[in-house]
């Protein structure tokens, strides 16, 4: 048996979900407008894998900017997604199996691609028109081989 309170938070977990993987989409795509409609208007944070923290609008949409313009494909499969709603904020943890590849030596052909598992945090507000992104902190998982290394070099 569910409360109305109970359908209301599993409704919103199920929109912010939808908001989540239009996020990914618009990176897929290279639709920066599309992007740019995603994110709040108001004081946003962005960490991207290696980057220090960018704050404000237009410093985060400027680094999705020169992303998509340096980046010939891009490909996300989302595994381990948890969606927590508390009020008017939501949070989105999950691992992004990125596949992307730069551009070609040749014209018409895709450059060489790199896998890289990375886990994110995406935090969510509500507003008048739906969901929007307030914070985006993606970090590199190490593998495997990148722990081997460490473990053989000196200290």
């Given at each position: 048996?569910?409360?109305?309170?109970?359908?209301s938070t599993h409704g919103d977990a199920e929109l912010v979900e939808l908001a989540n993987t239009a996020?990914?989409?618009?990176?897929?795509?290279?639709?920066?407008?599309?992007?740019?409609?995603?994110?709040?208007?108001?004081?946003?944070?962005?960490?991207?894998?290696?980057?220090?923290?960018?704050?404000?609008?237009?410093?985060?949409?400027?680094?999705?900017?020169?992303?998509?313009?340096?980046?010939?494909?891009?490909?996300?499969?989302?595994?381990?997604?948890?969606?927590?709603?508390?009020?008017?904020?939501?949070?989105?943890?999950?691992?992004?199996?990125?596949?992307?590849?730069?551009?070609?030596?040749?014209?018409?052909?895709?450059?060489?691609?790199?896998?890289?598992?990375?886990?994110?945090?995406?935090?969510?507000?509500?507003?008048?028109?739906?969901?929007?992104?307030?914070?985006?902190?993606?970090?590199?998982?190490?593998?495997?081989?990148?722990?081997?290394?460490?473990?053989?070099?000196?200290?």
């Open positions: 048996m569910s409360s109305a309170h109970d359908d996020f990914y989409e618009a990176v897929e795509q290279a639709d920066f407008e599309e992007l740019s409609s995603l994110w709040l208007e108001d004081e946003i944070s962005c960490v991207h894998p290696g980057w220090p923290v960018l704050s404000g609008r237009g410093e985060v949409l400027r680094s999705y900017a020169l992303i998509m313009a340096n980046t010939e494909y891009i490909q996300f499969f989302l595994t381990d997604v948890k969606v927590t709603v508390l009020g008017e904020t939501a949070l989105v943890n999950c691992t992004e199996n990125t596949l992307s590849g730069g551009p070609s030596e040749e014209a018409g052909e895709l450059g060489p691609l790199v896998g890289q598992l990375i886990v994110a945090t995406n935090v969510f507000r509500r507003t008048p028109e739906g969901w929007k992104l307030w914070s985006h902190h993606g970090s590199p998982v190490l593998t495997e081989s990148d722990e081997d290394e460490d473990e053989e070099s000196p200290t």
